[in-house]
T-cell receptor
Framework: EPEVTQTPSHQVTQMGQEVILRCVPISNHLYFYWYRQILGQKVEFLVSFYNNEISEKSEIFDDQFSVERPDGSNFTLKIRSTKLEDSAMYFC???????????FGQGTRLTVV | QQQVKQSPQSLIVQKGGISIINCAYENTAFDYFPWYQQFPGKGPALLIA?????SEKKEGRFTISFNKSAKQFSLHIMDSQPGDSATYFCAATYSGYSTLTFGKGTMLLVSP
């Protein structure tokens, strides 16, 4: 069964460092998302991506964040200068169409120290 | 307007019992209401979903009840099993708009 895969599963980084979280969405999917979940809290939307551009972003997704689909298969989230409060589980999701099921990856746990 | 409120925050149910989780929404444009199940260290996985043209949807032991006038929907897990122990999130979105708005989650523990 096709699945969304994310790497790494756990990333520890020092405050102020740049991190790139990677995702491989399901191959025939067209819509891509990043969500995050701070420990014990709800899943929060960060950004959606369609047709090689950002289609929507939340207020969380400030200038420190960027997304890219560099090669038609990977979908990346970059955090330029990490803060302690960026520590969270980051989930990538994809869907084939706007009214279809969203599939989530297993997440990347980012720990900023 | 975009919020989805979920309760309870945590729930303990005995094996064989019924687990009930409730959600309420404000945005009347929402027309797709999925429930996600999340095990520790895993991503949310779609469990069951409903659209407001029906008041109930059942898949195995899992049932969604939907009350459009009250803007509420709930998940019922019949004959709850220890393997059902997980965090459950309700969510909502609307046609033509693909981003999900999640509730805060309910941690369910089914005791043997």
């Amino acid at each position: 069964e096709p699945e969304v895969t994310q790497t790494p599963s756990h990333q520890v980084t020092q405050m102020g460092q740049e991190v790139i979280l990677r995702c491989v969405p399901i191959s025939n999917h067209l819509y891509f998302y990043w969500y995050r979940q701070i420990l014990g809290q709800k899943v929060e939307f960060l950004v959606s991506f369609y047709n090689n551009e950002i289609s929507e972003k939340s207020e969380i997704f400030d200038d420190q964040f960027s997304v890219e689909r560099p090669d038609g298969s990977n979908f990346t989230l970059k955090i330029r200068s990490t803060k302690l409060e960026d520590s969270a589980m980051y989930f990538c999701a994809s869907r084939r169409g706007v009214n279809t099921e969203a599939f989530f990856g297993q997440g990347t746990r980012l720990t900023v120290v | 307007q975009q919020q989805v409120k979920q309760s309870p925050q945590s729930l303990i149910v005995q094996k064989g019992g019924i687990s009930i989780i409730n959600c309420a929404y404000e945005n009347t444009a929402f027309d797709y209401f999925p429930w996600y199940q999340q095990f520790p260290g895993k991503g949310p996985a779609l469990l069951i979903a409903i659209r407001p043209d029906v008041s109930e949807k059942k898949e195995g032991r899992f049932t969604i009840s939907f009350n459009k006038s009250a803007k509420q929907f709930s998940l019922h897990i019949m004959d709850s099993q220890p393997g059902d122990s997980a965090t459950y999130f309700c969510a909502a979105t609307y046609s033509g708009y693909s981003t999900l708005t999640f509730g805060k989650g309910t941690m369910l523990l089914v005791s043997p």
